[in-house]
């Protein structure tokens, strides 16, 4: 059974941990054992033969724009924690609570987990955005995990982030009074030269703090980019609206908790918000509602490669 008690395991240095105050982003290096990336490559293939089967996404698997069964091409897998006991036991394993409990305390609660996809040549971009723009809470005590299942290189269309940016303001993420999902940096006073790609070898984490501004380009390379990521907050970090409302009450909410102690108490942060709403009449997916998008700030997969 997953040991969820949350005990007290130091695992950053306090140099890390003010660059992630500062910063709003760490990579850590070698955090992932060669024999956890392994069992998740195992099931991907897993999930890759299903994908061959399927002609359209379903409530498991995102597929690629030019996928086709002969060519199946996987951009998600969703909520793999629930559909993977290796991906699940990982989520609870202190290789991932360790480094969040040093940064945002010992009581934590899931919000989401996903494996996003990039295969080699085609893997789609995602624009740049904030998470805390799709669900907002009383306070931003709120990070991103993500696990590096392959080494990332520039190439690969590695996770960026522009740092200091949690600090700022919450950006619109709206087209024509509809949520999109995304931003434009340059048109929000932010400087391109600024963004930090996040490369590293495989079983590196990334950790972003929930309010940063990042994106990735396609994946170029003959090689896979693949991230599992595990987004968290504090348990007394509650929604402002939108995430809580599929349970059925706080005691359906709590079993997300991953370490630690719930509570009834919201911790309240004099912070930015903005509410994501209107939702866009599209699938829940972030690739999805970025199509709402007039303006894109990276390339998007050629058509000739969606027609092959």
């Known amino acids: 059974m997953a040991d969820r008690r949350g005990d007290v395991m130091e695992c950053l240095s306090q140099a890390q941990k003010d660059h992630f105050e500062e910063h709003g982003y760490l990579l850590v290096e070698n955090q992932i054992p060669a024999d956890w990336l392994q069992k998740i490559r195992d099931e991907i293939t897993r999930f890759e033969a299903e994908a061959a089967t399927m002609t359209a996404s379903n409530d498991r698997l995102d597929l690629e724009d030019s996928h086709t069964p002969e060519a199946p091409r996987l951009r998600r897998i969703k909520l793999p924690h629930t559909i993977s006991e290796v991906m699940r036991d990982l989520m609870y394993s202190d290789h991932v609570l360790a480094p969040a409990r040093d940064l945002i305390g010992p009581n934590l609660r899931l919000h989401t987990t996903k494996l996003n996809m990039k295969s080699a040549g085609y893997g789609a971009a995602v624009e740049w955005h904030q998470d805390y723009a799709f669900y907002p809470h009383t306070n931003d005590d709120i990070l991103a995990i993500g696990i590096c299942i392959d080494d990332m290189a520039p190439e690969n269309g590695p996770l960026m982030v522009y740092p200091g940016s949690h600090k700022g303001p919450v950006y619109d993420h709206h087209v024509d009074g509809v949520f999109a999902g995304a931003m434009l940096p340059q048109e929000n006073g932010l400087n391109p030269d600024d963004a930090v790609q996040l490369t590293g070898p495989a079983g590196s984490i990334s950790i972003h703090h929930g309010r940063i501004v990042h994106g990735s380009a396609l ?68 690739y999805e509602i970025q199509k709402g998008l007039k303006k894109r700030a990276f390339d998007t997969i050629p058509q000739k490669e969606q027609d092959t």
Do not use: H
């Not at 509570?263 to 866009?280: C, S």
């Open 219 to 286: 994946n170029t390379s003959d090689r896979a980019r693949r991230i599992l990521f595990y987004e968290m907050m504090a348990a007394d970090a509650f929604p402002i609206m939108g995430s809580m409302t599929k349970w059925a009450g706080i005691e359906d909410y709590n079993t997300r908790m991953l370490c630690g102690e719930p509570t009834l108490t919201p911790r309240l942060k004099d912070i930015p918000i903005r509410i994501p709403q209107p939702q866009p009449d599209v699938p829940i997916s972030i």
